[in-house]
């Protein structure tokens, strides 16, 4: 069955960068659109960012800018966040979720808690 | 890209039916029947149960319907159980190529 299991999320201060990761299964990633989305306490659901199945196109939120960077493994099944000049807003539970084409998310994996804070 | 409109709060009685409304613009609801819906229960991942406006992906109960029409898109469950009380998210695609989420329905069931 599909899995996608996310890791690398913790405590980090303001300024400060952090790398998710997220580990596929249960399906062929390589042809997959994979995302991002975030969920700050309390919040709503936010994406974040898109990269498609080689990695050629990639999009993201306006809020990250220029400070994060999507990219993917296909050898390895693995998707990335690089999180760089982290928020105190930046604060919330991450997702990867597969994208089964248009942004319908149809599976995503239980989170990893990011906490921005001094 | 402004967050798609959606009530803060719906309730329900058991095997009632509710229907939450998900309004956009003509830059994403209205013109791309990529509209998605999610269910979250608390501490939990999303789960989506409506995709492309009015589909149901394999597993999900055909309690729950979706439709459009204008800029606004709509979530209809029907014969509300206990277990549907849980947060409802819309999402469409936009012009920009991106999407966006609504803000989030909380719906609870009396």
């Known amino acids: 069955q599909v899995q996608l299991v996310e890791s690398g999320g913790g405590l980090v201060k303001p300024g400060g960068s952090l790398r998710l990761s997220c580990a596929a299964s249960g399906f062929s990633f390589s042809d997959d659109y994979m995302t991002w989305i975030r969920q700050a306490p309390g919040k709503g659901l936010e994406w974040v960012s898109y990269i498609s199945s080689s990695g050629s196109t990639i999009y993201y939120a306006d809020s990250v800018k220029g400070r994060f960077t999507i990219s993917r493994d296909n050898a390895k099944n693995s998707l990335y966040l690089q999180m760089n000049s982290l928020r105190a807003e930046d604060t919330a539970v991450y997702y990867c979720?597969?994208?089964?084409?248009?942004?319908?998310?149809?599976?995503w994996g239980q989170g990893t808690l990011v906490t921005v804070s001094s | 890209q402004s967050a798609l409109t959606q009530p803060a709060s719906v309730s329900g009685s058991p095997g009632q039916s509710i229907t939450i409304s998900c309004t956009g613009t003509?830059?994403?609801?209205?013109?791309?029947?990529?509209v998605s819906w999610y269910q979250q229960h608390p501490g939990k991942a999303p789960k989506l149960m409506i995709y492309?406006?009015?589909n149901r992906p394999s597993g999900v109960s055909n309690r729950f319907s979706g439709s459009k029409s204008g800029n606004t898109a709509s979530l209809t469950i029907s014969g509300l159980q206990a277990d549907d009380e849980a947060d409802y998210y819309c999402s469409s695609y936009t012009s920009s190529s991106t999407p966006v989420f609504g803000g989030g329905t909380k719906l609870t069931v009396l």
């Open positions: 492309e406006v009015s």
């Open positions: 979720a597969r994208d089964a084409r248009w942004y319908t998310f149809d599976y």
């Open positions: 003509s830059s994403d609801v209205g013109s791309y029947n990529y």
